[in-house]
């Protein structure tokens, strides 16, 4: 930075001088004025306006407090306490916290009357209310509802008096919070209306001419009057919180006032001419003079001022420009005095550091000696030796200065010395400081970079060469030395072609130049090592830059390994087992193939090469072939796929396919590999085979278990099938044996579909058709014939018949029992040949045997149902036998049991009859006397009356009307004419009595009691009817059916006795239907081969079943009591079954009437 | 029908052989008139009668004495004995219904005390309109266990709640009156039902003292006692549906209950009973404000 200069124009010094004294003297008398009329007025402002504006702010202080007062008593109500009190003992607001509100609402109430000094409410409203926002009180109302969410005044700010301009809420809010055990429970809130405030302050202003212009809240203004100026910000530099401020500005003095113990403050305002009054004139008179001076010569100093401030201008941009150059570089700078060491650097040299240029105070030269590094410093020191000695035109370093942190920034210092001394030693210097720490650290990277890179160039397998687009190689890495065997300066200077055989450096040369033009992308040539072998390699260059300047890049691939690796693939393809092969991709065509391959499958080598798998027709299913190329196609590579393939004679292979898609040199091929398993299917088909078979054995040895008889034959040919179709065969049959006339009989079946069945023919063969058969199966051995084409002469017959029906192969096993053939199973293959294993052998031997037990099992079936059925036939006859039998003894038995009781009776009859008719005799004999006796007295007193009725009513009146009146009086006349019918009646009495008694007697007796004789049975029942007329005739009608029946012998009075006793009881029955009026006795007589029969049929009430049974017991009746003895059916039973040896039943349903039939023998035993 | 008749003779033949008796000393309005009395049976209770010739009660049976243009006489009784008193017969209440044990002398005209309306006493008593709510709630010292109910907002769920608290506790009340305990089937609730032979008012300070667990304390005297001692006792919840309060009559005293009722109308249409309420209980206007509206 050299010198500059600037333009200034130069007025005439002394006429201004002269002006401007007199205008500074007169601008010293004005400031002289304006001074005292302003220590005035700040006087007045400082003193009484502050005075009387604090007195007013202490009214309002005094205003607010007074409110604060009644708000915080009613926060320390004891209601307001009793309420939260009660509120943490769980009260509900509805059941008992209420009342402790009541009082409280009252004391809200009082304060909302309280009237400030103008006779105004001092509080337009009163709110108490929790913090949650439920509100308790409103004015004068016990609430216990919800507040509009969060109330406004409810913060933590703690401030007891807040302005809050919100709508319908602008005013002062007195605020005191609700304390209960040492928490904010709630708040009590009154609000002083801010026109209400308003009014009390601009009443206070009246008369001191004050304006009140607005509140503040801190230095911001609230709140301001309408119509006032809005006065200015009021507040200075070193205010002090909470103390009045005083402006005067523009004639006018403004004073905030805070009021204490709020944040507001008040502003009033009050004009300068308000206190002094209106100006002097001779002030003003010399004033107006100064005035024109002054605008005369402000006019001057105006032009100067111009002119000054185009200097200043000017000087202000040059160092505008020098700092923006300097923020622009953001680099630090330094002024150094080298002979004094002091020092002066800028903000950005010390933030470099990470200090403020504040914290270094005060700064030196030591400033930075102390924090740059003591390493760098020496360099530093160097050079600036370097510089002041003139051996440098600057001075420059880089070096490392510590920062405040601790770790080190690195610095380039640059400075030059601008001033000399005399001496010509540095003065002063300018220097810069730049932060260079990113540069450092993006070369330390850099050249750990290039380190990384120098490592894998140098480690690389690979042989690396640079050299000019001409081909002499400027570096080469360590691998063309080791592999070559050259040195790396041997290498510097020669020749690409130089390393390759001189045989092929000329095609090595064009192909590089193709490769260059991108016609090649490969040299195949290969290197030749310092001591003339050579080294397979592929070789890439390509163009490329080496310090700036265009250069050839070549890569060599070493394929010395790969070269080995190739060896022994071909020794491992052509000498492999398995059957490998390589093939072009697409086209497939085979371009080798090993030795095993065309062993196997019978090619010779040119009849492969060259052609494809299609042409040679190896695969023999096409749908494998499709599989196998779909999993190349889609995977590349296909695992031990199962394949089948045919050979050139036509025998199909089996075997494991493994292939792959390879790629060399650009080109794709297909490997594969095959192994033979041909035996191992063949293995395992036996073995499914015979797995299967034996399973099949097992199933059928456990279901035969189980089987009935019937179904044996089925089972066995179903048997046969299983086992025929599992094995693969065409026919299989069951023979038997036939003992007595020594044949066979084909007596199972099972063919395979197409193969015909032979059974039908095979019926009875004689044993001789099969001479050789037979004797082997007699001593229980196998027959296996494997070919039938193979049997000897010895088995000619067989043989011929076995052709004869195609059979080719043929087993067979004979049915052994207790040690005796019983016949045979065979098993024949008639489409191809079979060769039978000896597992096969060993199921179908077992299969006999389970065969030949079902069919014996059967047999024995057979004849063991058919001794059931026997048996069986033979227990229905005797069951039937018993029962008939068994009914009979039921019935002998019933009439053994009557006749036991009707033995009984009779003898109890017997001794009954006796004891009453001893009685009985004696009484008919008194009787008869007595009657005899009381005749004659009837006839003596009827000779009394008579002689009284003509003793003359005068002379024996008295008497006579005495006699008269006993006679009425016992009633003699009917006493006389009763007597007779008494005596009557007695005689029936005692005949029936004695009646009774001989029928008891009768009924005791024994049968041969009575004698026989010829009996009408019809003219018996002519005669009974009319004997027994009064007891049927006013009941019923009576049809007699008489039929031709004959005489039979029988004791007269005894059938009498049954005829009469069934007629009466028959009318009796009538009788007791008391919905009948007239009933009909329908009797019948007819005569069956041995014995003559009589119906009584009534259609009276009927007798019930369970009373039928009893109606011939003794003393058994069903009429009411006094109207039967019981004895008359007992006795007819006893009659007709006991004496007459013939029937008597009884048929009747219970209101249905009843029939009695009794039958008498038409030839009486004697 | 005979039964019926056989009913009606009996109850007849029981009027006549009381009715003789009482009718020398009870009285209708004329009798009232005539013997220019009208005799208050009052007994000190919250602030219906504070014992000292104040009261709500005491004020509103003045102003009634004066509606009938009769001198008002103040007659002291006790829980026990007030019904005996006005209607001549000693009762015994038994659940909802009242046995009737004996004869004894009329001694007022009226109760008004803070008379709940109960269903046996009104088979003893005729009751006027209702002229105060009230409910019983149950009341606890502060440091009791047990813990307010939360009410539902549904009376008949917070009454079961408060009776489930009362298991094992003992509960004191005050036979004869609306809280006698036996009227809330406090034992079938697990409760000790304990009689206070004291007065109503010193049923807050018994609590207090430890007499039983639990009170049964009716809303004016809970309102007083809460005041009275605010932290120290709290409510636990209701156990009763809200109540009426009343004005009782002999049941004969129609023209005399009548008169009241026609009082008790003309006061509440000019608002002289609200102030008479707000006077002696402000705060039961924010409880039941309904009630008076």
Redesign the interface.
Known sequence: MGKEKTAVRRWPDVLLTAINMILLLYVLHLLFINYTTQRDLRGYAEGRFIRETERLAESVEYFMAQSRRDIDLLATD??L??YF??K?????L???L??????LK?HCADLLTRQSSLGTPLFSSILVAETNGLVLIENDQ?RGNGGEGPLPFIDESGAKVRYLDQPGAKGFYVLEPVRWQERVVGVVVATLSLDEFIRQLEGSLEDHGYKWCGLYEGPDLVYGVNGTHEPPRITHANDKEGASSVLISNGKVFCRVPVKSTPYALGFALSARQVFGPAKPLQQLFGLGAAVALVLFGLLGILRHIERKRIEKVLREERQRLANVIEGTNVGTWVWNVQTGKTVFNDRWAEMAGYTLAELEPVSIATWEKLAHPDDLKKSEAALQDHFSGRQPNYDCELRMKRRDGHWVWVHDRGRVVTWTDAGKPLLMYGTHSDITQRKFTEARLHESEQNFRTFFNTVDDLFFVSTPEGRILFSNRAVCEKLGYEEEELQGMHLLDVHPPACRQEAERIFGAMLRGEEHMCPIPLQRKDGSTLPVETRAWLGTWNGDTCLYGACKDLSRQEEALQMFHKLFDNNPALMTLSSIPDRVFMNVNNAFLETLGYERDEVLGKTADELHLYEDENQKRIVNEILMLRGAIDREELRVRGKRGAVLSGLFSGEIIENQGKKFLLTVMTDITLQKKAEKLLRRSVELETRVAEMASHFVNIGAETIDSEIEGGLGRIGRSMGIDRAYVFLFSNVDETMTNTHEWCAPGIEAAREHLQGLPLTTFPWWICKLKRQECISVQRVDDLGPEAVAEKDILLSQGIQSILVVPLVWNNRVEGFIGFDAVTAAHEWSPTERSALEFLGTIIINALKRKGMDEELARHREALEALNRTLEEKVRERTRQLEETQQQLLLQDKMASVGQLAAGIAHEINNPVGFVSLNFATMESSMRAVMGLLQEYREALKEADSATSGEMYDRLRCREEEIKLDFITRDFDALLAESHEGFERITSIINSMRDFSRADTSGHREGYDLNKRVRDTLIISRNAYKYHADVEFEEGDIPMTQCVPSQINQVLLNLIVNAAQAIESRPDMERGLIHIRTWQTDDAVWCAVRDNGSGIAEEQQRRVFDPFFTTKDAGKGTGLGLSISYDIIVSKHKGTFQVQSRKGEGATFLFSLPKEMEQ | MKGTSVLWKAVMMAAFAVGPVRAQEAGDLAQIRERNQLRHLGIPYAHFNTGTGEGLSVELMQRFADFLGVEYVYVPTEWSTVIGDLTGTTVKPTGDDVERIGTCEVKGDVIANGFTILPWREKVVAFSKPTFPTQVWLVVPSESPVSPIEPTGDEALDILATKQVMEGLSVLGKAGTCLDPSLYDVSECGAEERNFSGGLNDLAPALLQGEADTLLLDVPDSLVALVKWPGRIKVIGPMSEQQEMGVAFRQESQELLNAFNGFLRSCMADGSYVELVRKYYPDVFSYYPVFFQ
């Open positions: 004891d209601e306490l009793a009190k009660n943490a003992l769980g009260m509900s509805q059941y008992g209420r009342a402790t509100l009541y009082q009252d016990v």
